[in-house]
Structures are given as structure tokens and as C-alpha cells.
């Protein structure tokens, strides 16, 4: 069997956005890096999202949802609010007074440099994840400031993880510390829900 070396799918494009939900009571939101533009007629985009996540069954359910576009200046504290806690405990937008789309979805006004209010016209089912495929029904550009990518945010916002004496693993995406020499094949992130895969040894 030929060598994988999982870090080469590093170097592929990513982006980092905050996909904004509504489960009937309470706003959430939570932290993507799988978005892209599939066809431009019809104006398709794809979503990926970790079936962990509990945004997941609110948009399977709800059929709608907004991405909004992170940019370079998003400060490490927004990507733990919303990427590092769940929305099943937690209630994201307590007493925000957010804008909403004509989705009635919320929308961010800082640190984006645009939204797209998204509806899903198909879903795939991809085992771990699920790829809403939606069509584009609302959008807008606020600024030119560069987006955040995945690898700016690793050298440029993330914290470093400091090695010391410390043994076992990190989650290259949060920073999660599994302290243990051994981490099953199917380990998942209690965090970010990323797989063992995306963890290294310290």
C-alpha cells in the first residue's frame, strides 16, 4: 500500500468561517473550515459539518443557514467561543443584539468581511460528516480585508502549545492536550471534534 502522509492535506485552501443556526428556541454558531462554491448557475455552495457537532441536526432540520467570512483580524477568543464549546449546552448569543439576514438568521458585524444565507437543497451523507448542498439566497460584502485562512490562523492566532515536560497529544486544531501515551484510531476531540488524525505527539 502506497505512503500517506496526512499532513500534505494541509497544504490544501481552507478557509475558517462561523456558520450561524436557529433550533427553534435559541441563535448558535459554530466554527467551519469546509466551504465552497460548487457551480456558479445556479449559485451552489457546499457546507461540511461534523455529525458531533450539534449544528448539524439543527440544520438538517431547519434547512437553513449563514456563513459568515472570517477575516485576518479575528482574535483567538472568537474562535474558542464559537468553536470550542457546544450549543447544546451553551447559548452562544445571550443577550446579543446581532443583525439578521431575511432568514431570520443572525449575522456577525465584526471581524467578516461578508455573509451568505444559505438553504439546503441536498444533503450527502459522508459517514463522519454530513455536505449540505445549498443554494444561495442572500449575500453581502461589508469590507476588502483579507480572509483568514487555516494555516494563518495556525501560525498567526492559535497560541502555541507549550512542550515542556509534557507528554501525549495535541489536537492540531484547538490545542486539546490527551494526556496519555496511547490515542486510539478512533479518538475524537472532546473540543473541536476532529479525529486522531489531526492530532500529533508531543
Partial sequence: ????????LYNIGYGLYVVTTHDGVKDNGLIVNSVMQLTSTPLTVAVSISKENYSYEVIKNSKILNVN?????????????YGFQSGKTVNKFEN????????????LTENVNSVM??????LIDLGTHGMF??????????NNN??????????NIKPGVKKQSISGWVCKICGYLHNDE????????????????????L
Fill in 69 to 81: 467570512c472570517l477575516t485576518e483580524s479575528t482574535p483567538f477568543e472568537l474562535f474558542k467561543h
Fill in 117 to 122: 444565507s444559505l438553504k439546503v437543497t441536498d
Fill in 146 to 155: 483579507p480572509s483568514v485562512t487555516y494555516a494563518y490562523y495556525h501560525k
Fill in 182 to 201: 496511547i490515542l486510539p484510531d478512533d479518538f475524537i476531540c472532546p473540543i473541536c471534534k476532529h479525529g486522531a488524525s489531526d492530532f500529533e505527539k
Fill in 96 to 107: 446579543s443584539t446581532f443583525p439578521r439576514t431575511e432568514n431570520g438568521l443572525i449575522y
Fill in 1 to 8: 500500500m502506497a505512503n500517506i502522509d496526512k499532513n500534505a
Fill in 133 to 142: 448542498i445549498c443554494s444561495v439566497e442572500e449575500a453581502k460584502t461589508f
